[in-house]
């Protein structure tokens, strides 16, 4: 009886064993290089924008601690890219330590997917929601063409549009870059987005119209007054900005195919 149940526990522990190394190997996870913001395992960012993306990075890193991190990863070797890119962002410690503030886009093209994870600290202004009409309306409709670099350029720039509402700054994009800081426009938007800014644009001519007939443009002059005193916030905390600064994921984010 008593070698019976040994035999259960040793066999159990194999069993467990052996599952939790197929559990690790399907976790080797890569490595950053060493300009942390752009890892490109797939060979699909050009050059000229994987330069503007290091460089933004930069410098948003040292005003606010955020980081924007790509990867292009040749096969999830069957693992669920949403688990894969919250691991790897576990890993990298994407953003802040004190604020969370990372943000992972992990990209498969082999596999026509793409899922973009986000930290604690960036959710409030990156919802689900805005992460996913950034990826369909400004991404996925390069990557159709296969036009990766411009996709990842598009849905960049509209990511830290965001993050710079969310720390009341303006980054130097423009000295960096004139023409990518300026490219950030689908091809195709799709009905929803274009629909989208036709709405905005109605809405804006409809304020201006009731701002002007009944309060003699008071409401315009306080909110352009309001925009120019705005000051920045936030800072860089953890270690360097060519390395992650002790970050950790919100959980949060959304994904597409292609």
């Known amino acids: ?21 197929g559990f690790a190997k399907g976790l080797d996870l890569p490595r950053p290089n060493p300009s942390f913001y752009v890892y490109d395992e797939a060979n699909i960012v050009d050059s000229k924008v994987e330069n503007y993306i290091i460089r933004t990075n930069e410098e948003l890193y040292q005003r606010t601690g955020a980081q924007v991190v790509i990867a292009s990863i040749n096969s999830l070797e069957n693992m669920d890219i949403r688990e894969y890119a919250n691991r790897l ?13 990372g943000l992972l886009i992990v990209i498969v093209p082999s596999e026509g997917e793409i899922w973009i994870e986000v930290g604690y600290g960036l959710e409030g202004a990156l919802p ?4 996913g009409r950034i990826i369909e309306d400004s991404i996925l409709p390069y990557f159709r063409e296969e036009d990766y670099s411009e996709g990842i350029l598009s849905g960049f720039n509209e990511i830290i549009d965001g993050i710079e509402n969310e720390y009341d700054i303006q980054l130097n ?26 709405f905005m644009l109605i809405g804006i001519v409809i304020f201006l119209f009731i701002d002007m007939r009944f309060f003699r443009g008071w409401l315009t002059f306080s909110l352009l007054r309001g925009f120019g005193n705005r000051g920045g916030r ?19 984010g959304a994904g597409g195919r292609w």
Do not use: C
């Open 128 to 131: 689900d929601s805005k992460v």
């Open 1 to 21: 009886m008593r070698r019976r149940y040994l035999f259960f526990i040793l066999l159990s522990i194999l069993i467990i064993f052996q599952a939790s190394t």
């Open 89 to 101: 962002f576990e890993r990298w410690e994407i953003g802040s330590r004190d604020y969370d503030n």
């Open 234 to 252: 936030g800072g860089g905390g953890g270690h360097g900005g060519s390395s992650g600064g002790g970050g950790r994921s919100g959980g949060g």
């Open 173 to 198: 994009r423009e000295d960096i870059d004139e023409e990518l800081y300026h490219f950030n426009t689908s091809p195709d938007m799709g009905v929803s987005g274009r629909t989208g800014r036709i």
